[in-house]
């Protein structure tokens, strides 16, 4: 099995760059020339939490340049925003069904790649990651992932990858229910945006007693919002849903550790769209996805709503991450 990787951003980087270093032929996808560059001359550097890695691969700009081939499997990790862009230049690269792993965060893009595509699962990634540099990813998080088919199920190739990922160093698990797991990862990505607006890394977050709680306010207002629309999630093996949490962030005697150097510091997604200055954040995939639905079931939403409008005008104003404090927050409640 080789693995096609469209989009070698931070979690493209370590997924592909983890199957590479296991042995498996890895191709990249990426629209940033001079990252592609960086993977094609040096190799991708694969730095964090399990050590420091140059990974060699191969790194193309366009999906017309891979001959591609029946034992082909298609990981999707661009952003939800590019995610039709993306599925419809692999379309008319080829005429074959290949199999396609959504592994980007939040739950339009099975359904988005399904428009393409008829063999569609989904990869529920709960790690940290960061590209902030051409040629390098660095692993701030080594949680697990989880892949399946979707909507619910699990097809002989996606058992095929997991069991490909599990030569990795990462944990994986094979579901039956991939999207009740990535609606439960959607809730957590709710505070994308608390940490891009404030600009404190996801261990600054749950270290701070004044961030924990707000965080803790946000999961609960999403998780109110999926119980009222009647949409079932679920945390992956071990690790319980997203009360546990709650419940982690709310408890006084929680004292996470913040790593002292920033390249182990965790950057939210929204964070590193904003660092960026992409023009665009993910948010309308993530907070917007229970502002709509907290509008059609009648669940009052104010604070996605608030973080929603707020993050979008600072990815429209090209602004760094940073702009609020919490405090700042609260009062605009």
Not at 47 to 53: Q, S, T
Not at 166 to 184: C, G, H, S
Not at 245 to 251: F, G, K, Q, S, W
Not at 264 to 279: E, I, N
Request: glycine content about 10%; aromatic content about 6%.
């Amino acid at each position: 099995m080789r693995f096609v990787m469209c989009g070698a951003g931070a979690i493209g980087g370590v997924l592909g760059g983890q199957l590479a270093k296991a042995g498996f032929e890895v191709i990249f996808i990426d629209k940033i020339a001079e990252h592609v560059a960086a993977l094609n001359e040096h190799g991708l550097q694969l730095k964090g939490v399990l050590g420091n890695h140059t990974v060699p691969v191969t790194a193309v700009m366009q999906a017309s340049d891979i001959d591609f081939r029946p034992d082909d499997a298609v990981f999707m990790s661009v952003k939800s925003f590019h995610c039709d862009a993306a599925c419809a230049e692999l379309r008319r690269a080829t005429p074959l069904e290949l199999p396609i792993f959504c592994s980007q965060n939040g739950v339009a893009n099975e359904t988005t790649a399904g428009r393409h595509f008829k063999n569609i699962n989904g990869v529920m990634v709960l790690i940290g990651a960061k590209r902030l540099h051409p040629g390098e990813v660095v692993h701030t998080g080594n949680g697990p992932v989880g892949v399946g088919t979707y909507p619910e199920g699990l097809s002989q190739v996606a058992r095929d990858v997991a069991a490909a990922l599990e030569k990795t160093d990462l944990p994986v698990y094979a579901t039956k229910r991939i999207a009740q797991a990535k609606w439960n990862k959607m809730l957590i990505n709710l505070n994308n945006a608390t940490m891009g607006l404030t600009g404190l890394a996801s261990q600054e977050a749950r270290a701070d007693g004044e961030a924990r709680l707000w965080m803790a306010d946000v999961w609960e207002e999403g998780a109110r919002v999926l119980q009222a629309a009647g949409i079932a999630y679920e945390g992956p093996p071990g690790m319980g849903a997203i009360e546990d949490r709650i419940a982690e962030l709310r408890n006084s005697e929680f004292k996470p550790e913040v790593p002292v150097e920033d390249e182990f510091k965790g950057r939210a997604s929204l964070w590193q769209d904003l660092y960026h200055q992409r023009g665009e954040v993910e948010a309308d995939y993530f907070n917007g996805e229970i502002v709509e639905l907290g509008r059609r079931y009648n669940v009052p939403t104010p604070y996605s709503s608030l973080m929603l409008d707020l993050i979008k005008d600072m990815a429209a104003q090209r602004e760094k991450p940073g702009k609020y404090t919490i405090s700042d927050l609260r009062q605009r409640l």
